[in-house]
């Protein structure tokens, strides 16, 4: 990896959640998240294929993670930064695009400082009127759910 790369996954790093079972890794995105990365960092389709390339992320075209209606289901826990949230839908089923890191990529992750990223953040929030994120406290138990491929998802 050279230094450029490293740089440029380290400004990916600032949009990475985790699964609360410290399964998974992944990059929450939208077509809302999309644009703002592009207008604020000049993030695009190129840093995801050299991402890719260098084994950093999946190479799966089209990955996402199910949300459940709450209730009845259980909401997903996750983590983005120091926050862990509660996300879940109001439909019985919808999917949310997710960039999965790789095993390297989680690795490597742990090395970067990456803060995160509020406008980020809110971007996500106002992606769907479906997806609903709430704070969750640090105990309770722990729902998560594995990042598929999603050929049907939008």
């Not at 939208?30 to 000049?42: D, G, P, V």
């Not at 980020?120 to 729902?143: C, M, N, T, V, W």
Request: aromatic residues 12%.
């Amino acid at each position: 990896m050279t230094h450029t790369e490293a740089r440029r996954f380290a400004l990916f790093c600032k949009f990475v959640w985790h699964s609360c079972d410290g399964l998974y890794s992944y990059q929450l995105y939208s077509k809302e998240t999309e644009q703002l990365l592009w207008l604020r960092y000049k993030i695009d389709s190129s840093l995801y294929y050299l991402l890719k390339e260098i084994g950093l992320i999946e190479s799966a075209e089209s990955s996402a993670i199910v949300l459940s209606k709450y209730p009845p289901g259980p909401p997903v826990n996750v983590r983005y930064g120091n926050d862990r949230f509660k996300i879940w839908s109001d439909h019985d089923s919808i999917g949310v695009h997710v960039r999965v890191l790789t095993s390297a990529g989680r690795q490597l992750y742990e090395l970067c400082d990456a803060k995160t990223d509020p406008e980020y953040l809110e971007a996500i929030r106002q992606s769907s009127d479906h997806i609903h994120f709430d704070e969750a406290p640090e105990e309770g138990p722990i729902f998560g759910v594995a990042p598929r491929h999603a050929l049907l998802l939008d």
